[in-house]
T-cell receptor, first 117, second 117 residues
């Protein structure tokens, strides 16, 4: 079974600084997708960034980038120039690369990120 | 327009009651899901439907019965509510083949916070 581990229950960072959230996963599959979701106090689940396992290039979305190490099964999220609005729970998630409705997102336990003004 | 809408947002009820949560998506997606987020913020899939057919049932008690009258709706009915059912329930949807590929992201509703007293 696939598992996703986030070893940092809480992190904090000064505004405008950079922070990295860790995620490791376990799978025997070669075709899969990895995601970071953000959940602010509003409860809404917001996709931050996604990575296809077959792509070697790390995904980036503005201030958000990932360090995807396939062999090590590691998928960390780097947030540059942290802003107050980045404060939220961050969930790492894994999904098999099928498309028949039988795939599912497996989530990590989350990291609560606090931004210090 | 909200892409995935859930009602109600909050539901407070007594143990033993039966309640329903409704979900509708206006994205034309084929696949819909129910996820449960417990008090420790852990998110776990409960069900998925693809074109009104049940695809995933993750060992959820049979007091929980999803119903998909059409591909835009996936409702969740819960019988004989128990204290342990208190959680936030998220509906989500995802496009199928030809709508963006296997990495198509999930669109989440804003969640229904269920409190069983």
């Amino acid at each position: 079974a696939q598992t996703v581990t986030q070893s940092q229950p809480e992190m904090s960072v000064q505004e405008a600084e950079t922070v990295t959230l860790s995620c490791t996963y376990d799978t025997s599959e070669s075709d899969y997708y990895l995601f970071w979701y953000k959940q602010p106090p509003s409860r809404q689940m917001i996709l931050v960034i996604r990575q296809e396992a077959y792509k070697q290039q790390n995904a980036t979305e503005n201030r958000f980038s990932v360090n995807f190490q396939k062999a090590a099964k590691s998928f960390s999220l780097k947030i540059s120039d942290s802003q107050l609005g980045d404060a939220a729970m961050y969930f790492c998630a894994y999904r098999l690369g099928s498309n028949f409705g039988n795939e599912k997102l497996t989530f990590g336990t989350g990291t609560r990120l606090t931004i210090i003004p | 327009d909200t892409a995935v809408s859930q009602t109600p947002k909050y539901l407070v009820t007594q143990m033993g009651n039966d309640k329903s949560i409704k979900c509708e998506q206006n994205l034309g997606h084929d696949t819909m899901y129910w996820y449960k987020q417990d008090s420790k913020k852990f998110l776990k899939i409960m069900f998925s439907y693809n074109n009104k057919e049940l695809i995933i049932n993750e060992t959820v008690p049979n007091r929980f019965s999803p119903k998909s009258p059409d591909k835009a709706h996936l409702n969740l009915h819960i019988n004989s509510l128990e204290l342990g059912d208190s959680a936030v329930y998220f509906c989500a949807s995802k496009g199928g083949t030809g709508t963006g590929g296997f990495g198509e992201k999930l669109f989440f509703g804003s969640g229904t916070q269920l409190s069983v007293l």
